[in-house]
């Protein structure tokens, strides 16, 4: 009987543990929250967005090109000899004032050849007294000859002379008349003679002013070929002066770019002898050349002057030549250096004329199409005519309206209708306003 009740009263010593487990249990579950819900609903995507504004824009164009001078002069000898004066700043880079005494060489020969025309001149006037007088002597004898034929051959009818007489006369009237005639022929040849000699001694005196070479405006000396007492012939080249009161850039411009400038203008009727200058009328063009110094900026007013004869078939752009006006006198140290020859720049081309569009972000027009939040916050996919692309922005002709809300966040994948969560980029939105002040 112990037995039995010792076997029963260990399986009651089992439920203690067992109770103690559930009371924790149920004590540990007790500050716990029932499992929320899961909020069943349509899943929203955030997108940035922009309002479409309508901006004064003022069309612009840009192209790049180098500095070149407007004019360059090439100093090229005109005469033969041994040069015996250089400047002591003829030497490339040099600026050298108008009238600037150069190159001289030497005037020898050519005051000799002087001398020997001006000499055979005087000899000339010489030769010319002397065959006037003469002819004067012999007008006289040929006169006396006359009158003494006239009085033997009277003499001869009356049988008072012989006619051999009559004959010995005659020869020297006639002597006389030929050596009149002499002289008149030698004295119809002075006025050629003159000329002739005249001729020389201007080409002496030519030869002499180009023994001196000067500087024909203010220049900038280049490519210097000649030293001091060096022998020169004719036709050599002795170096080249830019002229540093102007220069140009032609600058490669897309045509795409120029189209721009166009726009609004195509009714205007352009007379071809006056193309440029028509051009830079009807389209009333602004011109600025910029030099990126890298922290800086630099930039110039320029004047638009033609547009090149060709279309580079490769690049298909033009080239478009504007003008800076005395680039030299407008440096400034740090800022603004001179404009050399050389020097790679960006031409701004800009129509003086604003023009009222609609604009949104080059980046936010997607093959053709822009994505639109609706009025219910979903996705709408529009298809819009661009007029054209500028810079980072691109104009629009049709397709969206003032106002419209134009995603600018990349949407992968955009799905028509889809519902967003929008969120205005206000610094886009601003800096998109201020195009038409910046432009």
């Given at each position: 009987m ?10 009651w ?16 579950s ?7 819900e ?11 967005v ?6 004064e ?71 010319e ?19 003494e ?44 003679q ?7 001694i201007?080409?002496?005196e ?14 900038r ?8 007492e ?6 050599q ?23 721009r ?68 006198k ?20 800009s ?14 027009v997607?093959?053709?199409?822009v ?26 002709e ?12 990349d ?29």
């Amino acid at each position: 009987m112990n037995q039995k009740w010792f076997a029963g009263s260990r399986k009651w010593l089992i439920l203690p543990p067992v109770a103690l487990g559930i009371a924790i249990l149920m004590f540990m579950s007790a500050g716990k929250q029932p499992p929320a819900e899961a909020e069943r609903g349509e899943p929203k995507r955030t997108v940035r967005v922009i309002e479409v504004p309508m901006v004064e824009l003022r069309p612009k164009a840009e192209g790049f090109g180098p500095i070149e001078p407007a004019r360059v002069w090439t100093a090229v000898s005109q005469v033969a000899g041994r040069v015996t004066y250089i400047h002591p700043r003829l030497r490339d880079g040099e600026i050298l004032q108008q009238g600037t005494e150069l190159v001289r060489i030497d005037p020898t020969d050519y005051e000799i050849a002087l001398a020997q025309s001006q000499a055979e001149l005087m000899e000339l006037d010489g030769k010319e007294s002397n065959a006037r007088a003469s002819l004067e002597i012999e007008k006289r004898n040929l006169a006396l000859a006359q009158k003494e034929l006239e009085r033997i051959r009277k003499l001869v009818k009356k049988g008072t002379t012989s006619k051999s007489l009559a004959d010995e006369t005659e020869r020297t009237m006639l002597a006389y008349r030929a050596s009149v005639q002499n002289h008149q022929n030698t004295l119809a040849l002075v006025p050629a003679q003159r000329t002739l000699f005249e001729a020389r001694i201007e080409q002496a005196e030519r030869n002499l002013e180009h023994t001196v070479i000067t500087a024909p405006f203010d220049m900038r000396v280049a490519n210097l070929k000649v030293e001091a007492e060096q022998y020169v012939p004719i036709g050599q080249s002795l170096f080249e002066g830019d002229d540093i009161d102007r220069v140009e850039v032609k600058a490669q411009v897309a045509m795409s770019s120029l189209r721009r400038l166009f726009i609004g203008r195509e009714r205007f009727q352009i007379e071809f002898a006056r193309l440029n200058e028509e051009f830079a009328d009807i389209i009333a063009i602004n011109s600025i050349v910029q030099l990126d110094l890298g922290n800086h900026v630099a930039e110039w007013v320029a004047d638009f002057v033609r547009f090149s004869d060709t279309v580079d078939p490769e690049t298909r752009t033009m080239g478009v030549v504007v003008a800076v006006d005395e680039p030299f006198k407008k440096i400034i140290p740090g800022y603004k250096p001179p404009l050399s020859k050389g020097m790679f720049v960006k031409v701004v081309i800009s129509a003086k004329q604003t023009m009222q569009r609609m604009i949104v972000p080059r980046s936010s027009v997607r093959g053709g199409n822009v994505f639109v939040v609706d009025e219910e916050s979903r996705l709408r996919r529009r298809p819009v005519k661009i007029m054209f692309s500028q810079f980072d922005i691109s104009v629009i002709e049709d397709g969206i309206e003032l106002g419209d809300r134009v995603v600018v966040s990349d949407i992968v994948p955009a799905v028509d209708g889809m519902l967003l969560d929008v969120v205005l980029d206000e610094a886009l939105n601003a800096s998109l306003r201020e195009v038409g002040s910046d432009t």
